[in-house]
T-cell receptor
Framework: KNEVEQSPQNLTAQEGEFITINCSYS?????LHWLQQHPGGGIVSLFM???GKKKHGRLIATINIQEKHSSLHITASHPRDSAVYICAVGQGGSNYKLTFGKGTLLTVNP | KAGVTQTPRYLIKTRGQQVTLSCSPISGHRSVSWYQQTPGQGLQFLFEYFSETQRNKGNFPGRFSGRQFSNSRSEMNVSTLELGDSALYLC???????????FGQGTRLTVV
């Protein structure tokens, strides 16, 4: 079993829909990261969180440390949100290491 | 501030050759980590450097090595290339412990 599990693997939505991507992990973590990867490869860090909830524009990330679960929400989705969303857990302090989920491919149709 | 810069962006090498990839972190960031991304395995951690010292290493063979210079720029080297080394290699820089990671655009290596 992977240490970081994401669901769903693929998600297709219509523009304007509310989207949720889930991430569960089985190890102790220092922080959880949500990343976005567009075709072509570049990765953008969306959130880094270790508790509670963070919001940036239409994106919201939550984490429940006790349940070892995090969600990424996109409100009022737009075709430009189409990308792969990757959950990664960070472990360690000075020897920090990221372990990644397999990613969720989101396609938002106009 | 300039972002994380990786060079080259694309590379084609022949089996058995070696390759060196470069990563320049964001100014002031002392941590550089390297990752391999393949369609089958996804993103996997290679190693992390902080102030010229390797602090953590992933589960990769000894053919994969790296180093960090005093200006925090980092290089990774893969010797005796295999077809399976074809991948997108990403580096990320961080300012310090438990801080956000900023990724470069990656180097796409193709081994033929």
């Amino acid at each position: 079993k992977n240490e970081v599990e994401q669901s769903p693997q693929n998600l297709t939505a219509q523009e304007g829909e509310f989207i949720t991507i889930n991430c569960s992990y089985s190890v102790g973590i220092s922080a959880l990261h949500w990343l976005q990867q567009h075709p072509g490869g570049g990765i953008v860090s969306l959130f880094m969180l270790s508790s509670g909830k963070k919001k940036h524009g239409r994106l919201i990330a939550t984490i429940n440390i006790q349940e070892k679960h995090s969600s990424l929400h996109i409100t009022a989705s737009h075709p430009r949100d189409s990308a792969v969303y990757i959950c990664a857990v960070g472990q360690g302090g000075s020897n920090y290491k990221l372990t990644f989920g397999k990613g969720t491919l989101l396609t938002v149709n106009p | 501030k300039a972002g994380v810069t990786q060079t080259p962006r694309y590379l084609i090498k022949t089996r058995g050759q070696q390759v060196t990839l470069s990563c320049s972190p964001i100014s002031g960031h002392r941590s550089v980590s390297w990752y391999q991304q393949t369609p089958g395995q996804g993103l996997q951690f290679l190693f992390e450097y902080f102030s010229e010292t390797q602090r953590n290493k992933g589960n990769f063979p000894g053919r994969f090595s790296g180093r960090q210079f005093s200006n925090s720029r980092s290089e990774m080297n893969v010797s005796t290339l295999e077809l399976g080394d074809s991948a997108l290699y990403l580096c990320a820089s961080r300012e310090g412990v438990n801080t956000e990671a900023f990724f470069g655009q990656g180097t796409r290596l193709t081994v033929v």
